[in-house]
């Protein structure tokens, strides 16, 4: 699972407006979740959470199409809404959406330690995501034997066994692969 209880489902990017509304980075796959949601937290200067209330959001369109603009309670002014610049909104995890059967969070996914079948290939620094339906997350991982970073794509025909609380997935790689990425 996450190293952290928590999840970013935005982060704050600028003020839009005069009243202190704030456009965010959506981090989430479930951008609806803001029609229910108004209770979040905010990271303060030390990096830890605050609660903060969500009072209202809507979607823009236009250069800003596929972000939100939140207006969160207290923030009243561009000032105000200046001092929250870069912070990620939380949710705690057991509020994350739940996902169907055969999805992993990427945040989970962090961390893990990737094999092909029993050898140690290294450990997932990042995942790049993949705008098509139909295409495959690509895994950054860091070799063990090096700083090097191959890119593994995350499909279902590739793994063998996924098991994050032990923080492990095995994998069965086109021969090739390994050698080609690094």
Not at 114 to 131: A, F, K, M, N, R
Request: overall charge negative; some cysteine; proline content about 5%.
């Amino acid at each position: 699972m996450s190293s952290s209880p928590y999840t970013a489902i935005a982060r704050l990017l600028r003020p839009q407006g005069r009243k202190g509304e704030l456009l965010a980075d959506l981090l989430t796959d479930f951008p609806e979740r803001f029609d229910t949601t108004s209770s979040v937290l905010l990271e303060n200067a030390a990096g830890e959470p605050t609660s903060a209330t969500v009072e209202g959001h809507w979607f823009p369109v236009g250069r800003n199409a596929g972000r939100v603009v939140l207006k969160l309670s207290g923030i009243d002014s561009i000032n105000d809404a200046e001092t929250l610049q870069g912070k990620l909104v939380l949710v705690p995890d057991m509020e994350r959406v739940a996902l169907a059967e055969d999805r992993v969070w990427i945040a989970d996914l962090i961390g893990c330690e990737l094999y092909h079948h029993d050898h140690p290939i290294g450990t997932i620094v990042d995942v790049q995501g993949s705008e098509s339906p139909h295409g495959a997350s690509l895994l950054v991982v860091k070799k063990r034997e090096s700083d090097d970073e191959l890119l593994i794509p995350f499909v279902q025909a590739y793994i063998q066994s996924l098991d994050l609380d032990a923080k492990r997935i095995e994998m069965n790689l086109p021969e090739g692969l390994l050698e080609i990425n690094g």
